[in-house]
Structures are given as structure tokens and as C-alpha cells.
Nanobody, 115 residues
Framework: QVQLVESGGGLVQAGGSLRLSCAAS????????VGWYRQAPGKQRELVAT???????NYPDSVKGRFTISRDNAKNTVFLQMNSLKPEDTAVYYC?????????WGQGTQVTVSS
């Protein structure tokens, strides 16, 4: 059974940093592409970072240079380092992995950035 558990969210002032974690069980995150997404109230869920099994990463312009996705294969965990946070980064953040034609999502972790 595939399970993803996010942690690390919280309340931070604008300009601050947070590091989110996505710990997996039932699947090896080093083998499949992993994505971090976020969803703000009243908005669609949007992709903020991806990492392929090769280690290649991609970011949308809105977070490029501020967010960094990384992976610890030994811990089977993916991280999202978020720096220079802005109030518009406030959202619930989710990790996702696709496996056997199924997308698996974590439960999400709330990030709130105060101005």
C-alpha cells in the first residue's frame, strides 16, 4: 500500500523559510517522478516542483529561484525547501507520485505566510 505523509508546514513571516517533507512507504521515491503541488482557498491545485528519477528538476516561474526540491533515497523522503516566502505562497502543500497509472497523494500540510 502506497502512503505519502507530508510534514513541515506552519506559520512563517514573509521572507522566511520552511522545509517540507514527504515520507513514502510502499513505493521507492527514487524510481518515480515526484511532484509538489499547492492549493490555495478558492484556487485550483498547481504544480510547484517536480523531480524525475534521474534527479532532473523543474519549477514554474512563480517559485523558481526560491523553492528547491530534493530527495533522500536512504530515507525515502522528498523535501521542498522554500525560501523568501511570500503571502501568496499560502496554501496547502501536497506531494504526489504516479505509479501503475495511479496518482498517489499525501494528506497535505498547511503553509501560511503572514505579511
Amino acid at each position: 500500500q502506497v502512503q505519502l505523509v507530508e510534514s513541515g508546514g506552519g506559520l512563517v513571516q514573509a521572507g522566511g523559510s520552511l522545509r517540507l517533507s514527504c515520507a513514502a512507504s510502499g513505493i521507492s521515491l527514487s524510481v518515480y517522478a515526484v511532484g509538489w503541488y499547492r492549493q490555495a482557498p478558492g484556487k485550483q491545485r498547481e504544480l510547484v516542483a517536480t523531480m524525475r528519477s534521474s534527479g532532473n528538476t523543474n519549477y514554474p516561474d512563480s517559485v523558481k529561484g526560491r523553492f528547491t526540491i530534493s530527495r533522500d533515497n536512504a530515507k525515502n523522503t522528498v523535501f521542498l525547501q522554500m525560501n523568501s516566502l511570500k503571502p501568496e505562497d499560502t496554501a496547502v502543500y501536497y506531494c504526489k507520485v504516479g505509479f501503475a497509472y495511479t496518482d498517489y497523494w499525501g494528506q497535505g500540510t498547511q503553509v501560511t505566510v503572514s505579511s
